[in-house]
């Protein structure tokens, strides 16, 4: 993928980490439970020679399943969950004299530690909600085990990403709720991370003919999205996924057809920008791709005193958003752009024949609150839901013999 060269975790890229999941399936006491991110599916069919952006989901689900997965959940319900939050918590703050705006989106992990080291002034305006792998993997540890009376512990998290960065965002002390709603103090809400191209490589050992598989469908609770969640993979997806869901929450009515497409956060532009108008409100929006345009776009915000006139930033490091992930099955630098574009054009095709547009309206997402979290930003999904950033600038100093060349954080 592209992001190679952006992702601050470029340098462990090549992590086995597939032999740790095979050590789980093979232990008759373990429940292995996959969840794979939005972005897995329009990628994984390149690496069994198919077209780029084939949308391979209904192989994939089959494929982890044939590997010996006892669940297979879809990340695409997490971002549904990390939108409900965060669409909550930017009505909160425009409606705050306290909380600053504009708010940033928190679930790129490459982001945030980049926000952490360089920007650690900027940390009160990130989102404080999880993103949506580590968002979901503590639903399953508390609300699905209990649903299902199964031991926790014996629950393995496994999150399929095109994203190397998430390797280390599960390794965030932070990320154990799930320990902390059990009083198990070694358990971690998200287990084991593999990239988009580790399961390929996987399904390839094991002799499976993934084209020949028969398509097979998410396993119910966790496994309905809304058009909003499918399009998280792409630069501008969680902005327009945010706005379909905000807007019902502003205003009390579902977002007008014209809202879809949201066509100026679109496309593989490294910045994006866009007002939209919500009855009394007026959003004044960003969507960002590349960590060199993120700190050229910050640098003026600072500059020219401009926080006020915005309300809500999306940054991710990878250009064209994580369909562009550094997990992602690998492609030559003079066909990147045709190829993210194909997977882009993939994911937002999948929102076009799914009839539920927001978040809101995933009836799972409904049965989830209503049974477990209550409403968005309650005392239980404050708890589970939400997190903390820290002020990492001391790590700049272990950098000083870093050139702008060498230093993986410069773009
Ligand atoms: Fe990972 Fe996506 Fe961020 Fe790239 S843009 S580092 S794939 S979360």
């Not at 404080?128 to 609300?143: E, N, Y």
Request: charged residues 25%; contains cysteine.
């Amino acid at each position: 993928g592209q992001c190679a060269s952006a992702c601050p975790f470029d340098a462990i890229t090549e992590v086995n980490d597939v032999e740790k999941v095979k050590a789980a399936i093979q232990d008759p006491d373990k429940i292995v439970i996959f969840q794979t991110a939005p972005a897995v599916r329009v990628g994984l069919g390149e690496s069994f020679g198919m077209e780029p952006g084939t949308f391979v989901e209904g192989k994939m689900v089959a494929a982890l399943r044939a590997l010996g997965g006892d669940y297979v959940f879809d990340t695409d319900f997490g971002a549904d969950l990390t939108i409900m939050e965060e669409a909550t918590e930017l009505l909160h703050r425009l409606q705050s004299e306290e909380i600053p705006i504009p708010q940033f989106t928190s679930c790129c992990p490459a982001w945030v530690e980049f926000a952490e080291i360089f920007y650690p002034d900027l940390l009160p305006h990130l989102s404080s909600t999880k993103s949506p792998i580590s968002i979901l993997s503590p639903v399953i540890k508390t609300f699905f085990a209990q649903k299902k009376d199964i031991d926790p512990s014996k629950i393995v998290n496994v999150c399929v990403t095109p994203c190397t960065a998430k390797k280390a965002e599960i390794l965030r002390p932070e990320f154990n709720s799930s320990s902390i709603f059990w009083d198990v103090p070694e358990m971690r809400d998200t287990d084991i991370c593999i990239t988009t191209r580790e399961l390929a490589n996987w399904i390839k050992e094991e002799n499976i003919d993934f084209a020949a598989l028969e398509d097979s469908k998410f396993d119910t609770a966790f496994g309905e999205s809304s058009g909003g969640g499918k399009i998280f993979g792409n630069s501008g997806g969680v902005m327009e996924a945010a706005i379909r869901t905000a807007y019902h929450l502003f205003t009390g009515r579902p977002a007008p057809k014209d809202f879809i497409p949201f066509e100026e956060v679109r496309g593989q532009e490294g910045v994006k920008k866009a007002s939209v108008a919500f009855g009394h409100f007026v959003l004044h929006v960003a969507s960002i791709s590349g960590l060199a345009n993120a700190r050229a776009f910050i640098d003026d915000l600072i500059k020219n005193n401009d926080f006020e006139n915005y309300s809500f930033i999306e940054v991710m490091a990878c250009p064209g958003g994580c369909i562009g992930g550094g997990g992602q099955p690998k492609v030559k630098l003079p066909q990147v752009k045709k190829v993210n574009e194909a997977r882009i054009a993939s994911l937002y095709k999948s929102d076009e024949e799914t009839d539920i547009k927001a978040s809101w309206q995933n009836p799972e997402i409904e049965e989830l609150y209503k049974l477990f979290l209550d409403e968005p930003l309650s005392e239980m999904a404050e708890w589970a839901l939400h997190t903390y950033f820290s002020d990492k600038s001391d790590q700049l100093g272990k950098m000083k013999n870093l050139t702008p060349e060498t230093n993986p954080m410069s773009t």
